[in-house]
């Protein structure tokens, strides 16, 4: 088991830093490539590019919700789709009703099969994609319940953390959550490898070489739009108006978009 006080601080630093480059925390606030902070609401229930280049797409499915009197949703990312090649990777926070540490909440799943990532041994899953090149893919609990480092060799390294809205959090921003609802979430940060040039998608802009961001400095809710060019059909889609990934030809749209993956929550 993942316990002893010797692995604390090894594990400690393989959750995601909501401050640090590449994360994705909150109501969905990031932090770029280029260490600037912005706020993405997208929409409740849709699904946006978050990154989309050449070999890589990485999807998010946001749930929210919109107190009376609002103009907007308050989001929150519920689900990572992870595409490449043939394969979707898909980590994901399952809905519970009322929230407990001692309870795993976090739900994954490899091209439509459940994955079962062992809380004892090696505390891992890991498997290699067909293909070329074959990549090493691992998922690993960086504690025993609710957090993992997920690893596709060359292209993406996320630390995961799934987290409730507290009753606290909840009041100090009047988010108004319903009853019966912790509305659990992704807390994540990325690692990038080879991402080219050109690549897109929500975060993946920022790591463009002499990207310059949009959003107002100093304020204290720098806002990031473009839900119209990075709304993709569904969690497991790789179209939308900027995305760049593209299945390889011998994979049909319907073997690539339609896994359930056991996620119709989501």
Same mark, same amino acid.
């Given at each position: ?22 994360? @994705? ?47 907007? *949703? ?5 689900? @990572? +789709? ?17 929230? *407990? *540490? ?93 991402? +080219?040039? +050109? ?34 059909? +569904? ?22 978009? *339609? ?8």
């Amino acid at each position: 088991m993942l316990t002893a006080a010797a692995s604390v601080k090894s594990l400690a630093i393989r959750k995601p830093n909501c401050n640090g480059y590449g994360s @994705l925390c909150y109501d969905p606030r990031f932090v770029g490539g280029d260490g600037v902070m912005f706020y993405f609401h997208g929409a409740k229930g849709g699904n946006f590019a978050i990154v989309s280049d050449e070999s890589l797409q990485i999807n998010a499915h946001f749930i929210g919700t919109r107190p009376q009197g609002r103009t907007r *949703d308050f989001t929150w990312v519920q689900a @990572l +789709s992870v595409m490449f090649d043939a394969h979707t990777l898909v980590v994901g926070a399952k809905r519970v009703p009322h929230w *407990d *540490d001692a309870v795993d909440a976090l739900t994954a799943t490899w091209d439509g099969e459940p994955v079962h990532i062992p809380t004892d041994g090696e505390a891992e899953w890991r498997t290699t994609s067909l293909g070329y090149p074959k990549r090493q893919v691992v998922l690993e609990r960086t504690d025993e319940y609710n957090s993992v480092r997920v690893t596709v060799a060359g292209l993406v390294e996320m630390d995961i953390r799934v987290r409730p809205i507290g009753k606290e959090e909840n009041r100090v921003h009047n988010y108004q959550i319903p009853d019966g609802d912790s509305f659990a979430h992704l807390e994540t940060q990325f690692r990038f490898f080879n991402l +080219s040039d +050109s690549v897109e998608g929500v975060l993946g802009k920022t790591y463009s070489p002499g990207y310059v961001s949009p959003v107002k400095i100093g304020v204290p809710m720098p806002m990031m739009g473009g839900e119209d060019k990075y709304q993709t059909p +569904s969690l497991y889609s790789p179209l939308c108006k900027k995305c760049r990934f593209q299945r390889p030809s011998s994979t049909s749209s319907s073997e690539s978009d *339609d896994h359930d993956g056991g996620v119709a929550q989501y």
